[in-house]
């Protein structure tokens, strides 16, 4: 799968990542607290409540799990939780462009060092046909999280590819999360809260990035070296322990130098 086979967007082309303004949170109701979340493994402790799913139940699985299977485009809205967040539903449709999954979710606190592990590449594009669209994903953060980040990287294995991106309230990203590895580093003692919306790349996309002055480079936010340190040597531990569960389940999951195979480590985690 190659995105060149696709519409790409010119602003994603050199990080990957677009910044837009901020959105003023603190005028909305806070309506993700009415919303009927289910459990769902994601990357971390996370639940979600979709606003918009495959075939419109409140469930979250990947579009192309159904059946039939669908690429993620073209998601249903949700009616028990679309009737108590229409502000959230307003933002997702502001674009205009082509929405497949929509959801909120809600992700515990951890640790610097279980972002890292936890680091994953989204499938978007499973199914979705060449000539059409490439799927990027919105993120826009609803609670005031001012320590936490937004961690991204182009070479999972290579910290100077990292860029964190702070998310306080409304805070907005647009990220091509299929080709960044991804994690949210969230120190807190109460969940986040963030709306993550699949977009289909064209024109209407495309507008909307310009009209929120979108940036496709911001700095990364500073970390202490010794946090960063100690989380590369968690992350790796986190990685050699379910590598020798596996290994002892009988499931190698390397190709017998180290170096995992696609999906080993990340299999349960489609998802962010
Ligand atoms: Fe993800």
Request: proline share 8%; charged share 25%; glycine share 6%.
């Amino acid at each position: 799968m190659n995105p060149a086979d696709y519409v790409t967007l010119p602003a994603f082309e050199q990080t990957g990542y677009v910044v837009l303004d901020s959105y003023d949170q603190a005028q909305d109701p806070r309506e993700w607290e009415q919303l009927a979340f289910v459990d769902w493994k994601s990357s971390g402790d996370t639940r979600f409540a979709p606003l918009a799913s495959a075939y419109g139940d409140l469930e979250c699985n990947g579009f192309w799990n159904h059946t039939p299977p669908k690429t993620d485009k073209d998601g249903v809205w949700v009616p028990e939780n679309i009737a108590v967040a229409p502000r959230l539903v307003a933002r997702a449709q502001e674009p205009g462009a082509n929405i497949g999954r929509c959801r909120v979710i809600e992700l515990q606190p951890n640790t610097y060092g279980e972002t890292l592990y936890n680091l994953h590449r989204d499938d978007n594009n499973r199914l979705n046909p060449e000539g059409t669209g490439w799927i990027v994903r919105a993120f826009f953060n609803l609670t005031d999280d001012p320590d936490t980040m937004m961690v991204l990287r182009e070479d999972r294995d290579d910290p100077s590819t990292e860029t964190r991106i702070p998310l306080p309230a409304g805070a907005q990203a647009i990220i091509d999360t299929q080709r960044l590895w991804h994690a949210v580093w969230h120190p807190s003692d109460r969940a986040r809260y963030c709306l993550i919306t699949s977009y289909e790349s064209g024109p209407e996309l495309d507008a909307y990035i310009t009209a929120k002055n979108g940036v496709s480079w911001v700095p990364s936010h500073p970390i202490d070296p010794q946090v960063a340190a100690e989380g590369e040597a968690t992350a790796q531990a986190k990685r050699d322990a379910r590598a020798a569960a596996l290994a002892a389940r009988g499931q190698d999951p390397t190709f017998g130098d180290g170096s995992l195979k696609a999906g080993a480590a990340m299999e349960v985690l489609s998802e962010a």
